[in-house]
């Protein structure tokens, strides 16, 4: 069964820092990129970052450059997503997803860890 559960979450000030964990199960992680997505109330859901666990190729969203890093612990299978100088406008659930390598779409989600930046 695949499974990605996400850890970290939370509140903070403005400024601050938080660390995402997605830690995923049940399907060769080598084999996939894990991408990070949020979604803000009243908004749509757009990709943070992600990479790939085979080669560790990443893109991150121009919103977040310079603040937020993903990183992959393959040893783990987990994938990290640490976000500094966190801003009020970085409020929003934050899911982890799996994508095989060579498809084009996420096919499995994680249930979301709410991050909340309050000035």
């Known amino acids: 069964e695949v499974q990605l559960v996400e850890s970290g979450g939370g509140s903070v000030q403005v400024g601050g820092s938080l660390r995402l964990s997605c830690a995923a199960s049940?399907?060769?992680?080598?084999?996939?990129?894990i991408g990070w997505f949020r979604q803000a109330p009243g908004k749509e859901r757009e990709v943070v970052s992600c990479?790939?666990?085979?080669?560790?190729?990443?893109y991150v969203a121009s919103s977040v450059q310079g603040r937020f890093t993903i990183s992959s612990d393959n040893a783990k299978n987990t994938v990290s997503l640490q976000m500094n100088s966190l801003k009020p406008e970085d409020t929003a659930v934050y899911c982890c997803?799996?994508?095989?390598?060579?498809?084009?779409?996420?096919?499995?989600w994680g249930q979301g860890t709410q991050v909340t930046v309050s000035s």
């Open positions: 049940g399907f060769p992680f080598d084999d996939y990129a």
């Open positions: 990479i790939s666990s085979r080669d560790g190729h990443t």
């Open positions: 997803a799996a994508q095989r390598l060579g498809l084009s779409s996420y096919d499995s």
